[in-house]
């Protein structure tokens, strides 16, 4: 049987930034390989059956897809739940300390007092 060697694909960068144009606020995302000059246009659509195997646009890998988060919170977007993000970290923090000062003024404990 053949062997076929695919040469590797080309490593596109992830362009990402805010525009204003059009309609308004959009976020707006290429896929570059400046070294090459080549960019990736999506511009086919496909009907298909129910079973069929979709092929994904693009795939990244996590390098790539840690840029595609970065460049995207650097738009303003952020997670809709922020599980373990920064945010949710701090916000955590400051339940926890309006907890404590619940319970301490319940029991009457000055709060120095336990800090001490």
């Not at 090459?36 to 195997?53: A, C, F, P, W």
């Not at 890998?61 to 595609?68: E, I, P, R, S």
């Not at 970290?89 to 003024?105: S, V």
């Amino acid at each position: 049987m053949p062997i076929h060697v695919n040469p590797s694909p080309p490593r596109f960068s992830i362009r990402v930034h805010r525009s204003f144009e059009y309609l308004g606020n959009d976020i707006e995302v290429r896929l570059v390989d400046i070294e090459r000059k080549q960019v990736i246009y999506v511009v086919e659509t496909k009907t298909v059956e129910e079973g069929d195997i979709v092929e994904p646009i693009t795939r990244l890998d996590n390098t790539q897809a840690q840029v595609l988060m970065d460049e995207l919170w650097a738009c303003g977007i952020r997670p809709t739940e922020g599980n373990g993000s920064a945010g949710s970290m701090a916000a955590t923090a400051k339940h926890l300390e309006d907890m404590r000062t619940l319970y301490f003024h319940a029991v009457e404990i000055p709060k120095e007092e336990v800090e001490a």
